[in-house]
């Protein structure tokens, strides 16, 4: 039986600065296990996306679940997605910066720059292969997460040390 337990890598962690693997059998039990608990995790933890090195898994797993909740009040309500070996096909030239708080990192934001709009390419969980158009805060949670299966973390990306600020005073200002 599948352990529920999410227990969720913190920055620091080795597996969250590797490169994940490649999902080789999707419908292995293992595979399958990972997927129901990174689910599982992403709504325990307030979540809005997710990634399998932070539930120290090394696979190129992430998932989209975008909802309003108390750590993202203005997220868009869709219907999670799990995307298995993505990878960004086409970027928009032009990037805004936006803020991003990540379950590894915990405490505190900061303003990311970001593409506004990116085409993905995954294989879906009944295998199909699938080319979706990701734009604005959705494109945001996909490049969080896919940074996560290439070992970097949101902070990595932030222009100046200026841009990040404690999650106490971002609930203040937003």
């Given at each position: 039986?599948?352990?529920?337990?999410?227990?969720?890598?913190?920055?620091?962690?080795?597996?969250?600065?590797?490169?994940?693997?490649?999902?080789?059998?999707?419908?292995?039990?293992?595979?399958?296990?990972?997927?129901?608990?990174?689910?599982?995790?992403?709504?325990?933890?307030?979540?809005?996306?997710?990634?399998?090195?932070?539930?120290?898994?090394?696979?190129?797993?992430?998932?989209?679940?975008?909802?309003?909740?108390?750590?993202?009040?203005?997220?868009?309500?869709?219907?999670?997605?799990?995307?298995?070996?993505?990878?960004?096909?086409?970027?928009?030239?032009?990037?805004?910066k936006g803020w991003e708080g990540c379950l590894s990192i915990p405490g505190i934001r900061a303003l990311v720059p970001r593409h506004i709009n990116i085409e993905v390419e995954y294989t879906s969980v009944d295998g199909n292969i699938k080319q979706v158009i990701f734009e604005d805060f959705i494109a945001r949670i996909f490049q969080h997460e896919f940074d996560h299966l290439v070992g970097k973390v949101y902070i990595d990306r932030v222009e100046d040390n200026i841009d990040i600020i404690s999650e106490e005073l971002y609930f203040k200002i937003i």
């Open positions: 039986m599948l352990n529920k337990n999410c227990t969720i890598a913190k920055l620091g962690e080795p597996i969250l600065r590797e490169k994940a693997k490649k999902v080789k059998e999707i419908n292995s039990p293992e595979i399958q296990d990972i997927i129901t608990k990174m689910l599982h995790c992403v709504k325990q933890s307030k979540g809005v996306g997710l990634a399998a090195p932070q539930i120290f898994e090394s696979y190129q797993i992430l998932i989209i679940s975008s909802h309003p909740n108390e750590r993202y009040p203005n997220a868009p309500l869709l219907k999670d997605e799990v995307l298995i070996n993505p990878k960004i096909i086409n970027k928009s030239k032009e990037k805004e």
